[in-house]
């Protein structure tokens, strides 16, 4: 809906930017200030694409790992070497899919854990409509 929203907005505003053209005349598209004037306006929305850009690299890309060792004082030397996993929020649903989860799985599967801990949104919206992408955490 987003995309859909700045698509039409885009599409609109620069129908409108044309005739704005034409009806100011060939000597407004002279000034060499125009095209400066025109984007430190509009400037807001170059900022906007950019955010919304980062945010799209940011949510589709596959998870860092961040390793940490972390040092338990206690007598119990069962824990000692013990691989713990903690994943949160993938977020499965209409835009996060099988194929992006069987990268993490394979992520995950390459740090050979003893546990896997998976925290926060598992799924955006139904579990039932959004299980077949749940299948490579089996």
Known sequence: LGISYYLVYNFLEEYIFTIELIQTGINR???KFF???YFAKNSYQIILFVLFSIGLYQGF???KIKKRKITISSTLN???GLKIVQISDLHIGPLIQKKFVQKVVEQINSLDADFLFITGDLVDGSFDKYSEHLSPLE
């Open 29 to 31: 598209l002279k000034s």
């Open 35 to 37: 095209i400066l004037d």
């Open 61 to 63: 890309r596959t998870p």
């Open 78 to 80: 069962e824990l000692e």
